[in-house]
């Protein structure tokens, strides 16, 4: 018999998704809400994110070279912490606020723990939250949408005040808040891209929402309209569809995704209705990377054949 069985080394199973395409793919799905949020904070946005995604691919290319190791900032994953990183600032900080912030991801949370899937935390969001204990002030001061922008607060901060925005205002977009908080819509818009084209699978984000909006119905009175309220304001739209679903700082199977988006639903409802913060997604998903080998340990199927 002329053909031979070969027997090649893990992986068998392949995929034609890269790294380039999957970065790609995040990338596109957030055009729509990075369009929409230059649209109504003007300049300050475009600025803002202009300033994070170039530090952030500068950051990267300088330390690689630094490190002697290929300059890969073609693959996107830079441009996706820059992108990611603006999303969670204000359209009123200082031009330094994300040049800091996007070194810090890239050469700190990134390239410190061995660079592109090594980082045990989501970058852009660690760098969020070291911004947020250095520059308080910087970080929660807000700007209402328009040419003529003025001091305003969030709307997690308005509910139940006569300014209070109504909720298709926050489902469509027309808030102030983060770059990434305006428009629950287009984020929902681009997770269904991501869905459709399986650089993602419902699972943390639906466990993450679900839960969340669980608690909230319940400890609220069952008040469907505050649920409402809650879901569609804030950065829980973005944090649950393009932070949480992080391939290198969540784990990487079903029940320990169940266990993470469980654990971050949690910890959001209990930041926003008991802690003094009226954002606790940043946090809740920080946290949850740090359990994340935890998880990983105790719901990784066990071998076959292998060892007790």
């Known amino acids: 018999m002329e053909s031979k069985l070969i027997v090649s080394s893990s992986p068998h199973i392949r995929s034609n998704q890269t790294v380039k395409s999957i970065m790609r793919d995040v990338v596109i799905a957030l055009v729509p809400a990075t369009l929409y949020s230059v649209y109504i904070f003007r300049m300050n946005a475009l600025l803002t994110i202009l300033l994070a995604i170039i530090t952030a691919v500068a950051t990267e290319a300088v330390i690689q070279k630094i490190r002697k190791k290929p300059i890969t900032i073609s693959d996107w994953s830079a441009v996706i912490t820059g992108l990611l990183l603006a999303f969670n600032l204000p359209a009123s900080v200082p031009w330094w606020i994300p040049v800091i912030g996007a070194i810090f991801a890239i050469a700190i949370v990134k390239h410190a723990f061995g660079g592109l899937g090594q980082n045990f935390m989501n970058p852009a969001l660690a760098a969020r939250a070291f911004l947020v204990a250095s520059w308080p002030v910087e970080m929660t001061s807000w700007i209402s949408p328009g040419v003529d922008a003025v001091s305003t607060a969030t709307p997690l901060t308005l509910w139940g005040d006569k300014m209070q925005p109504s909720i298709m205002d926050l489902f469509i977009g027309n808030v102030g808040g983060s770059l990434g908080e305006t428009s629950a819509l287009l984020l929902i818009i681009g997770g269904i891209y991501l869905l459709y084209?399986?650089?993602?699978?419902?699972?943390?984000?639906?466990?993450?929402?679900?839960?969340?909006?669980?608690?909230?119905?319940?400890?609220?009175?069952?008040?469907?309209?505050?649920?409402?309220?809650?879901?569609?304001?804030?950065?829980?739209?973005?944090?649950?569809?393009?932070?949480?679903?992080?391939?290198?700082?969540?784990?990487?199977?079903?029940?320990?995704?169940?266990?993470?988006?469980?654990?971050?639903?949690?910890?959001?409802?209990?930041?926003?209705?008991?802690?003094?913060?009226?954002?606790?997604?940043?946090?809740?998903?920080?946290?949850?990377?740090?359990?994340?080998?935890?998880?990983?340990?105790?719901?990784?199927?066990?071998?076959?054949?292998g060892a007790k």
């Open 197 to 305: 084209r399986g650089v993602i699978k419902i699972t943390i984000p639906g466990m993450y929402i679900g839960t969340f909006a669980i608690l909230t119905f319940i400890f609220s009175g069952f008040d469907f309209t505050f649920t409402l309220y809650s879901l569609v304001s804030g950065g829980l739209m973005l944090g649950a569809i393009y932070m949480a679903t992080d391939y290198v700082s969540s784990p990487v199977n079903t029940k320990g995704q169940l266990i993470f988006a469980f654990g971050c639903g949690l910890i959001t409802f209990v930041i926003r209705t008991y802690g003094g913060m009226a954002e606790g997604v940043s946090f809740s998903i920080l946290l949850m990377n740090v359990a994340t080998p935890i998880i990983e340990r105790y719901t990784t199927p066990k071998i076959f054949g």
